[in-house]
């Protein structure tokens, strides 16, 4: 490795660019900003188990799930690292009930960004990997401040998306609909530097990774399916190695550079699936069919789905295009929908 030559976030996406002519480097600034507020995020994790900061906050989020002290200032410093940029026109946070404006005084911009800031938070307490999690598109309405519309896009307009992995070191990997990139945060100069590039995740994986305390409570195609990853079904699929941590960021990172499929099925306790299309469900799909993945709700491709409200949930198959569309293939042959 030379040492005098590093290729940093910042200049990767600026050359990126090229890809865009009509590009005004504005996406450029917002994917810094969104860097910069993942630096903070990591630096405070890191200091969790010396600070006062573990636990849990003394409010429940939207969902009514506990809200961890770190879920509010990793909220905190997304929205202070985005809001008075003049790039950004409206946010949506698993965090906030409504459409997050931007404050009176700044110029609203023309993205809209989207973010879970900080995934997997319930492993904060036991040392275990969460992340943040972001997409970004381009405004539908036309000026003034952003309204629900400019949010509720289907993830097939999805202009750039990624995730912040906070693991044995601080990585961001981002796609901005050409491949997908992962840097990781050289703390001695406090830059992402490109180490991950084009990352393309296997057709058929090693992995699958599933909340399996949930069999009884699935369908009886997703329990064919995940027999299956257990390898009943050789002449079909190959038995794959279970792995689950309980962390979105960090299970569907291992399986997109080792190989493998993540699910998060409905269950008779969650009917429509535990994770959010908006925050969680969409950005991974995106990063997942850039690295010449899939994901679906069971049967739809997840990018197709039309948000209909800012906290809606939905289930997720994501990983290997074939690992995918088997879990698909059992489903329509059993005629069961996501
Ligand atoms: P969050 O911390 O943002 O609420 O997300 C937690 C999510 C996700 O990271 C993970 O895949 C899933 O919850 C795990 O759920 P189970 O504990 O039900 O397996
Ligand atoms: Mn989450
Ligand atoms: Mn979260």
């Known amino acids: ?32 900003d969104v860097a910069l507020a993942a630096k903070m995020i990591g630096a405070q994790i890191r200091r969790a188990g010396l600070l ?26 997304m929205k202070n690292a985005l809001n ?11 965090e906030d009930e409504e459409l997050i404006p931007i404050p009176a005084g700044y110029s609203p911009g023309k993205y809209a960004v989207l973010f879970d800031p900080l995934d997997g938070s319930s492993n904060i307490d036991v040392n275990a990997a969460v992340g943040t999690i972001f997409s970004i598109y381009t405004r539908v ?25 906070y693991g044995s070191s601080v990585m961001m990997v981002y796609s901005g609909g050409h491949g997908v990139h992962g840097f990781t945060l050289d703390p001695t100069i406090g830059e992402f530097v ?4 084009n990352i393309c995740t296997p057709t058929s994986g090693k992995y699958y990774s599933v909340n399996e305390s949930n069999f009884f409570r699935w369908s009886r195609g997703i329990q064919l399916a995940v027999r ?9 699929i190959q038995g794959k190695n279970s792995r689950y941590i309980g962390s ?19 269950d008779t306790k969650n009917p429509r699936g535990k994770l959010r299309l908006l925050y969680e469900c969409v950005p991974m799909a995106f990063i997942a069919e850039a690295a ?34 088997y879990v698909k293939a059992i489903l329509e042959a059993m005629e069961e929908t996501g």
């Open 292 to 325: 010449g993945g899939k994901a679906t709700d069971g049967t739809r491709r997840i990018l197709d789905l039309v948000p209909t409200a800012l906290h809606q949930r939905v289930p997720l198959v994501i990983g290997g295009a074939s690992d995918v569309d």
């Open 194 to 197: 490109l180490s991950h590039n």
């Open 52 to 77: 006062d900061i573990l636990g849990s906050a003394k409010a429940t989020n939207v969902q009514g799930e506990m809200q961890q002290k770190l879920d509010v200032l990793a909220n905190e410093i």
């Open 141 to 165: 309405t036309t000026s003034g401040p952003g309204t629900l519309a400019d949010v509720l896009q289907p993830g097939n307009r999805v202009v750039a998306a990624g995730y912040v992995m």
């Open 228 to 236: 299956g990853f257990h390898g009943e079904d050789p002449t079909r």
């Open 248 to 266: 979105l960021v960090a299970d569907f990172h291992r399986n997109l550079i080792g190989g493998g499929v993540f699910m998060y099925p409905a």
């Open 1 to 32: 490795m030379d040492l005098t030559k590093v290729t940093t976030l910042e200049r990767f996406i600026l050359d990126q660019e090229r890809f865009h002519p009509d590009a005004t480097g504005e996406l450029t600034n917002l994917l810094y």
């Open 84 to 94: 008075h940029t003049g790039r950004v026109c409206a946010m949506a946070s698993e």
